[in-house]
């Protein structure tokens, strides 16, 4: 049995009194996150303040990107994994639409972030996910493919027991359109058969995400299919209310 993972991605968003207000209300409403796993991903500059700001052992951290080198040195505006773990991220997103499309992040750089996010023991959230125009074309099945073989190239297959995957339909993404639960549903059975083809164990246990305009009143039935796991948040993680009803709608 899987467990419910439910991590906000914030984005470029919030300043400290924002994100005060925020914390404040996940804090206080934290007490009803019951069997369920839950994460927030600031800004890397807000990591420090977040951490100080919960007050909660329910809520985790979560970085948005690391730099595909390990630790320190002369890379000019990156942040190393070993900077994220310093201030106490249990988690990094890797491979956002966002930073494939808008920085040009190749499946091979996601792959070495996801070995360098592992090699420090912090859990990647690979996210995978179609455009629409690969969506209408017929190649969304070779596109996820495509994405998660060269992580899976990479790292190795055993690997997935500490990775989470995030299917994340690019045209969902901060759009309003949800993928239908039944078109999420195929693609999340198509990405665990495709795990499974070289380790039904590791297959059987991996958390699968959602993410794609997922609010508190598609939420219940997104979590409910089989092979869906939980979400990843956007837009939705930046209300406090909206947040903490996705997180327990599924449970
Ligand atoms: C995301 O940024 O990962 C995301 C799913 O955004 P939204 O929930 O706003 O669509």
């Not at 499309?101 to 499946?107: F, K, L, M």
């Not at 179609?130 to 297959?157: F, M, P």
Request: proline content about 3%.
């Amino acid at each position: 049995m899987r467990k419910l993972f439910v991590a906000g991605n914030w984005k470029m968003h919030g300043n400290k009194t924002f994100i005060k207000d925020l914390v404040t209300g996940l804090n206080a409403k934290s007490v009803s996150l019951n069997n369920v796993d839950v994460a927030v991903c600031p800004p890397a500059i807000y990591l420090d303040f977040v951490n100080k700001c919960l007050a909660t052992d329910k809520i985790f951290l979560g970085a948005q990107n690391i730099a595909i080198e390990p630790e320190q040195g002369a890379f000019t505006g990156e942040i190393s994994i070993a900077m994220v773990k310093d201030i106490g991220c249990s988690y990094v997103i890797l491979g956002h639409s966002e930073r494939r499309a808008i920085y040009g992040e190749t499946n091979e750089q996601v792959a070495d972030k996801t070995a360098t996010a592992l090699s420090a023991n912090i859990t990647p959230i690979v996210c995978v996910g179609e455009t629409l125009a690969e969506r209408e074309a017929g190649k969304l099945e070779l596109v996820i493919s495509t994405q998660l073989n060269t992580v899976i190239n990479k790292v190795g297959i055993d690997a997935f027991a500490n990775i989470v995957i995030a299917y994340e339909p690019v045209w969902a993404i901060g759009t309003g359109k949800t993928a239908s639960s039944a078109q999420a549903q195929e693609v999340h059975a198509f990405i665990r058969s495709l795990l499974a083809q070289k380790n039904a164990e590791v297959a059987e246990k991996v958390i699968i995400q959602y993410g794609g305009s997922v609010k508190p009143n598609n939420a219940k039935e997104l979590f409910a299919q089989p092979d869906i796991d939980g979400g990843l948040i956007g837009g939705a993680s930046l209300n406090a209310d909206d947040f903490i009803a996705i997180c327990t709608a599924g449970v």
